[in-house]
Structures are given as C-alpha cells and as structure tokens.
C-alpha cells in the first residue's frame, strides 16, 4: 500500500499540518509520497523532502496550481493516482476544497476529517460538531482522506527524500483572480500555542482589539473569536474557531466572554489548556475550562495585562 500526501504550504514554508497529515499517512504504510504543488516551490519541496519518513517527494509546479485552484490540483493528482492507495491532505480550506472533487473523480467516497487510523480501511472521525466519534470502514479500494492535524503529532524532521518533477495539471475552465491576505505579526491561529479568542462580550470592533490585540502581544499568542464576534463584524473571518471556523488545539486557549455555544466548543476543546473568564458562572464554557474566572472581562483583562508584567 503507497500513500500519497497532498502538502500544505504557504509558497515558501511547509506547514506543520503537512507533517501531521505524514504522521497519518504512515499509520497506513511506510510508503509515503509527498506531493508539492505550487510556483517557484522547489524551497517547499526540498523542505518536505526532509520531514521524516517520507519516501519521495513529487514537485508539480505551474500557474495553475499557484494558487490552490481545486481543478488544477485536481488535475494534477489525477494522473498519480494510479500509483496509490490512499490519498490524504489535512482538513484545511484547502483540502476541504479539491479532496472531494478528486474523490468524485476516482469514484471513490471521501473520508472527512479523520482523528485516528485504525487500519488500512478504518479510520475514527467527530461528528455531530464533535459530539460523538465514529468508526468508519472503507470498502474501497482507493481512499480519500482529509486528516484532522490538531489529532496527530507532527512527523518529525531528518528524512532525506528525494525530489522529483512531474506534470501540474491545468484548469482552463478557471482563472485566478486575486486574493486578500492578512498580514499579521502573530503566529497563525492554526498552529499557534497560546490562542486568546474574544466573543460577542467584547461589543465593538474597536474594543475586540483593543482588547485582544495587546494580550495576544503579551503572550505571543494568535488571536480567535467566536461566530457572535465574526457576524458583528469585531472580528475578520479568518479568525473563526468552531465547527465552521478553524480547529485549533493549542497548549492554552483563553476564551474570553465567550459562552461555550458547542459549535465554539467543537473548534478548541482539545486544547491543553483551556481558561475561560465570563461573568456568567453558568456559561456553558466553564464545563469544559481548566482554569474559569467569574468576572467582568473589563476588570479581569487589565489585572491580567499587569500580572504579566
Ligand atoms: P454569546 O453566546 O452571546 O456569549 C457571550 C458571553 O459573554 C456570555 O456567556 C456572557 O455571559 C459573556 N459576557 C457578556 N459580557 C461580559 C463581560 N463584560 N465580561 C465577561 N463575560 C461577558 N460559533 C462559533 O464560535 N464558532 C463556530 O464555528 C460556529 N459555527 C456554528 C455553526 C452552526 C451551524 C450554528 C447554528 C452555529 C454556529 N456557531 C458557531 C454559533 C454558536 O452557536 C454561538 O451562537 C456562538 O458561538 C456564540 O458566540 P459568543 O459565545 O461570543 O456569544
């Protein structure tokens, strides 16, 4: 059984998910391949050339696959396939994007979000928003998988793969336009490990980050929010942590006056650490925090900021 991993990677910087989803991929066989799509992503390559335990890395470069456009990643795994038995990605936007179109393509069900392999045809996966975990077992013969990376632990650096070029495939159907993308100083809400996330309690854009902005400075930490805080628009999109925000599992997340609604629990209640501060004790967030504090954010905040100096 070979296994081919899609990898997650900003243009220049191998994520950590792609060593997560490595991770993943050798509990189903020692054979793993890595695949980099990207422009001007021989740097990628040769980075995930040495994540350990990979067995090969496959380099597609092209406009096409520049950006992540889901066909042309499609059509750039298409013609590998065939040399594989599972293919797998993290459950990220992206993966979440192109993984079910290549599935739909083999004619193969995809297999979403996977926590635990069991075997080489079953696999553990959260549903009803994290509620439940359940076991699924694949009759196919080919499998797609998105891999949950906050589940795995990140392969560790040290192989010495080697790099090999192939096709990318093209999506004359569609056409990049453009992108936004944030800049931000902080680590990415992702892979950070301290998140301190706002929620509907903070009122006003402007007080979200004066708030959240100078704690998350303080600690080196990325900032999230709740759905509430992203809706009133305190809070960009890309800082959404739940179930249709982003799943994070960081050494200590600070939920602050945020209620612990189930879809925000789905998205961080697998971190280390959890400490909530609402002035609600019956929030439903103190059910799942490590450390919970009663208070009003407006004075626990500032006593924080001067505890840490
Ligand atoms: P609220 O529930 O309004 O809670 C605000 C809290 O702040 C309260 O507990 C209150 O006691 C406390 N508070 C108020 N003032 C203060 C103060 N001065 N000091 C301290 N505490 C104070 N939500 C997500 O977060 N992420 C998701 O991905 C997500 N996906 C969803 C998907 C679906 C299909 C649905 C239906 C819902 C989803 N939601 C998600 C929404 C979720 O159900 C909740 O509505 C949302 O999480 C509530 O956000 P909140 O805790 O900020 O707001």
């Known amino acids: 059984m070979a296994v081919l991993v899609i990898a997650d990677h900003d243009g220049s910087v191998v994520r950590d998910t792609t060593h997560k989803t490595v991770t993943a991929a050798l509990a189903l066989s020692p054979d793993v391949d890595v695949l980099v799509l990207g422009k001007n992503a021989k740097g990628v390559a040769d980075a995930a050339a040495k994540i350990s335990g990979v067995r090969k890395v496959l380099l597609a470069e092209g406009d096409a696959v520049a950006h992540g456009l889901a066909e042309a990643v499609e059509a750039s795994?298409?013609?590998?396939a065939g040399n594989y038995d599972a293919i797998l990605t993290p459950a990220n936007t992206d993966g979440k994007n192109f993984a079910p179109r290549i599935a739909a393509k083999l004619d193969t069900a995809p297999i979403s979000d996977i926590v635990e392999v069991v075997s080489g045809d079953t696999f553990v996966r959260p549903i009803y928003a994290g509620n439940a975990l359940e076991t699924v077992q694949s009759a196919d013969a080919k499998k797609v998988i998105t891999v949950r990376p906050t589940?795995?632990?990140?392969?560790?650096e040290g192989g010495s793969a080697s790099v090999e070029t192939v096709v990318a495939g093209e999506a004359p159907k569609t056409a990049f336009v453009s992108e936004e993308m944030v800049k931000s100083d902080r680590p990415e809400l992702g892979a950070a490990k301290i998140v301190v996330s706002g929620g509907r309690a903070l009122g006003?854009?402007?007080?979200?980050?004066?708030?959240?902005?100078?704690?998350a400075d303080k600690l080196g930490a990325a900032v999230g929010a709740s759905r509430a805080a992203v809706d009133a628009g305190y809070a960009p999109n890309d800082y959404q942590v739940g179930q249709t925000g982003k799943v994070v599992a960081p050494a200590l997340y600070i939920a602050i006056g945020i209620s612990g609604a189930i879809q925000?629990?789905?998205?961080?209640?697998?971190?280390?650490?959890i400490v909530a501060i609402n002035k609600d004790a019956d929030a439903p967030i103190f059910q799942v925090a490590?450390?919970?504090?009663?208070?009003d954010y407006k004075t626990a905040v500032p006593e924080l900021m001067a505890a840490l100096g």
């Open 77 to 80: 795994v298409l013609p590998l």
């Open 290 to 295: 490590d450390y919970g504090l009663v208070a």
């Open 264 to 273: 925000h629990l789905a998205g961080m209640k697998d971190s280390k650490v």
């Open 204 to 215: 006003s854009a402007e007080e979200f980050h004066a708030v959240m902005d100078p704690l």
């Open 151 to 156: 589940a795995f632990a990140a392969a560790a």
